[in-house]
């Protein structure tokens, strides 16, 4: 081996050795300041909490293959919670007002082999490489999300192939874009003057089965693409358009305005449609006299659709959006 071999492996290792030890110094010095370099360990497993007080972001990335999802609006601190993800598979960013997630497959996409060059997270992660591969891979991953009222998100992206979605107490102007090949979505208390989009991680296929419920659910429209989809919508309002599309499955959606005051355009080719109770003409195509009003737009081979007036009681209730949620 030449001389300038033998001299650049030194300095490679002494860096490495420098590097090492700078690492378990800052360790110890975030310990000491009760600071977290790496996930806490908590009851419910390895935590990493990003505090969001501070943070001037307005949309919010989450790419993840199977975990629960839980979106807590009018909380008291603004942070989202990581919990049971192995820190060196998942890379976390925050930039030009982005908050971005996703996970790593696999060690070589971890250590990010590309044409033009090498790269990995940081020598942090070297170091705790031994802990973090002691996480069970089979372990429940959930992300916590708590935005109190005055922190407006404009933008979630939500991508998975498997996940449970809780979201509860928001009222903003979001738009909700989830990707999903099979999904269990829970909404109670939600106000948007945007969208909420449910389809397929590939644009031109739908979602493989989505089950969505929803109470208390107020936006301007929705939009709904799967195979199979059970919906139960107890307190339903879209000033927009409402447009689902699905081949088997089940849709009920009990309104906030009555059924004769919204635009509807219903088929379902082998399934039944019922209007407040009653069966209806199957395809159902309806006007209304304001060409404001809303409109349903649900196309089926095999679901049974049944829309109704959930009652004048809850229509007074959630019209005003101080009472949003109960």
Excluded at 34 to 55: A, C, I, K, P
Excluded at 213 to 230: R, S, V
Aim: net charge negative.
């Amino acid at each position: 081996m030449k001389p300038t071999s033998i001299v650049s492996l030194i300095i490679s290792v002494l860096l490495i050795i420098l590097g090492l030890v700078t690492c378990m110094i800052a360790q110890n010095m975030a310990n000491a300041n009760g600071e977290l370099l790496f996930s806490e360990t908590r009851e419910d497993g390895l935590v990493n909490t990003v505090d969001l007080t501070d943070s001037e972001i307005s949309k919010i990335e989450l790419l993840v293959t199977d975990a629960e999802i839980n979106i807590i609006g009018k909380g008291g601190k603004a942070c989202i919670e990581f919990v049971n993800f192995r820190e060196n598979y998942y890379n976390l960013s925050v930039a030009n007002r982005v908050l971005s997630f996703s996970e790593i497959p696999d060690v070589v996409s971890m250590l990010k082999f590309w044409e033009n060059g090498f790269t990995f997270k940081g020598m942090r992660y070297i170091l705790n490489y031994a802990k973090d591969q002691e996480q069970p891979t089979d372990v429940k991953k959930i992300i916590n999300l708590y935005l109190p009222g005055d922190k407006e998100i404009k933008i979630f992206e939500i991508g998975a192939d498997t996940c449970t979605l809780n979201i509860e107490g928001m009222s903003s102007g979001t738009d909700y874009n989830i990707t999903v090949e099979n999904a269990d979505i829970s909404i109670n208390g939600l106000k948007t003057t945007s969208n909420f989009n449910v389809n397929s991680r590939e644009s031109d296929k739908p979602a493989q089965s989505v089950k969505l419920t929803m109470n208390t659910a107020l936006m301007a429209n929705m939009t709904i693409n799967a195979q199979d989809l059970t919906v139960d919508g107890s307190v339903y309002r879209c000033s927009g358009e409402t447009k689902i599309d699905c081949v088997t499955g089940s849709i009920n959606l009990k309104t906030v305005k009555q059924p004769e005051n919204m635009k509807l355009d219903l088929e379902s080719i082998s399934g039944a449609i019922t209007i407040n109770g009653m069966e209806a003409d199957n395809p159902l195509t309806q006007n209304s006299a304001n060409a404001d009003d809303p409109k349903i737009t649900i196309s089926s081979d095999s679901a049974d659709i049944r829309i109704s007036h959930n009652g004048t009681a809850i229509e007074e209730e959630t019209t005003d959006p101080d009472n949003l949620g109960g």
